[in-house]
């Protein structure tokens, strides 16, 4: 059974920081795309970014220029590294792996920002 489990949510002021993890108990690469999507309260759940095996990556256009997707591979492990975070980010962040017929979640993580 595939495992995703994100850590590095928090509380953060507006403008500030963070960096969410995910890390996947099988060989990243073995995915063909990996992600991040996000859950507000009463709101569907959407993508944020994603990360092919190739490299490729995709961004919603409401974080493009403050949010990265990146990897790292002896860990196993896709990060979301979030910057000038805003109030309309305080949502439920949840790691995705997909590959041929079949799709996983990692458990969410609470991302809050507020003043």
């Known amino acids: 059974q595939v495992q995703l489990v994100e850590s590095g949510g928090g509380l953060v002021q507006p403008g500030g920081s963070l960096r969410l993890s995910c890390a996947a108990s099988r060989n990243i690469f073995t995915f063909n795309v990996m992600g991040w999507y996000r859950q507000a309260p009463e709101k569907q759940r959407e993508l944020v970014a994603t990360l092919t095996s190739g490299g490729s990556t995709n961004y919603a256009d409401s974080v493009k220029g403050r949010f990265t997707i990146i990897r790292e591979r002896a860990k196993n492990t896709v990060y979301l590294q979030m910057n000038s975070l805003k109030p309309e980010d305080t949502a439920v962040y949840y790691c995705?792996?997909?590959?041929?017929?079949?799709?996983?979640w990692g458990q969410g993580t609470q991302v809050t920002v507020s003043s």
């Open positions: 995705n792996g997909k590959s041929v017929g079949k799709n996983f």
